[in-house]
């Protein structure tokens, strides 16, 4: 399984940015995690196969949100009001199996590379 994910950029505080990940397989949960220099990688949202059932930190709930187009092998993250703490690398990665805590790093077997979003105060 290949992931890829792009939508990356340069944004001022309080803008929106949508991040896609194509998948060559779209099976099981699919997330999005980032990691900040210096700081350890963070789960930021995920949702179930189906898209139905989705999740995020607290951190981001009520701004970002996370859907899928299965029919497209895509997972999209719904930036908005963002805030310089955002900034990050992003990274999608898919599941390793059904049932597993999706906020999890190691419940995901794919990573794809990340994308750089920056948020500029």
């Known amino acids: 399984v290949q992931l890829q994910a792009f939508g990356g950029g340069l944004v001022q505080a309080g803008d929106s940015l949508r991040l896609s990940c194509a998948a060559s397989?779209?099976?099981?949960?699919m997330g999005w995690f980032r990691q900040a220099p210096g700081k350890e990688r963070e789960f930021v949202a995920a949702c179930s196969w189906s898209g139905r059932t989705t999740y995020y930190a607290d951190s981001v709930k009520g701004r970002f949100t996370i859907s899928r187009d299965n029919a497209k092998n895509t997972v999209y993250l719904q930036m908005n009001s963002l805030k310089p703490e955002d900034a990050a690398v992003y990274s999608c990665a898919q599941a390793k199996a059904y049932g597993l805590d999706l906020a999890q790093g190691d419940s995901y077997e794919y990573w794809g590379q990340g994308t750089q979003v920056t948020v500029s105060s």
């Open positions: 397989v779209s099976r099981y949960g």
